[in-house]
């Protein structure tokens, strides 16, 4: 089973400022089949990005994926307030459903 | 609009059962298959299983292998998911995810809408 790494645990950043999330998988993920996921204290996950690079509908475009094979990246290019959060990545390949432990963006 | 609803919380005993319920609505409800994903107290996401609403089928987590039951009444448009043989490391925050696609014969994994959660604690 493919093992999802998300680094790092905590992200300590101001509003406008950039966010770099990294998520590895532990084997190829097969045809970029990853996922990311905003939960926020208190409510369900909100699915942000799959395929990778593709934004769900309604996602604003400060919200970017990119990678393939085993390394992947969340950006956030100017976080605003609503973006405090944690963030989780997730193959969905050949295992449906494979979480990463996650990476929480804090106010610095 | 999508719209997942779930029933309310759950206080059991070790060694119970729980069955938990989730109400679609704005969508077609066969065509899209359904997930269980928990959340313990302050840890991350578990997916639990997988039903296809169409046909009944189901895909469960190895973890929960003859824990999990996974159902479906699409007189009324609602996934049900039992667990039993309850324990304390059970108790958390349960969600039913309906997938992004349309499909009535398989599943991306994508889960794209999600109910609000079900908290069953299990506690003597």
């Known amino acids: 089973e493919i093992v999802l790494t998300q680094s790092p645990g905590t992200l300590s950043l101001s509003p406008g400022e950039r966010a770099t999330l990294s998520c590895r998988a532990s084997q190829s993920v097969s045809s970029s089949y990853l996922a990311w996921y905003q939960q926020k204290p208190g409510q369900a996950p909100r699915l942000l990005i799959y395929?990778?690079?593709s934004r769900a509908t309604g996602i604003p475009d400060r919200f970017s994926g990119s990678g393939s094979g085993t390394d992947f990246t969340l950006t956030i290019s100017r976080l605003e307030p609503e973006d405090f959060a944690v963030y989780y990545c997730q193959q969905y390949g050949g295992s449906p459903g494979v979480f990463g432990g996650g990476t929480k963006v804090e106010i610095k | 609009q999508v719209q997942l609803v779930q029933s309310g919380a759950e206080v059991e005993q070790p060694g119970a059962s729980v069955k938990v319920s989730c109400k679609a609505s704005g969508y077609t409800f066969t065509g899209y298959y359904m997930h269980w994903v928990r959340q313990a107290p302050g840890q991350g996401l578990e997916w639990m299983g997988r039903i296809n609403p169409n046909s009944g089928g189901t895909n469960y987590a190895q973890k929960f292998q003859g824990r999990v039951t996974m159902t479906r009444d699409t007189s009324i448009s609602t996934v049900y998911m039992e667990l039993s043989r309850l324990v304390s490391d059970d108790t958390a925050v349960y969600y039913c995810?309906?997938?992004?696609?349309?499909?009535?014969?398989?599943?991306?994994?994508?889960?794209?809408?999600w109910g609000q959660g079900t908290l069953v604690t299990v506690s003597s």
């Open positions: 995810a309906r997938d992004l696609h349309l499909n009535y014969y398989d599943s991306s994994g994508i889960k794209a809408y």
């Open positions: 395929g990778a690079s």
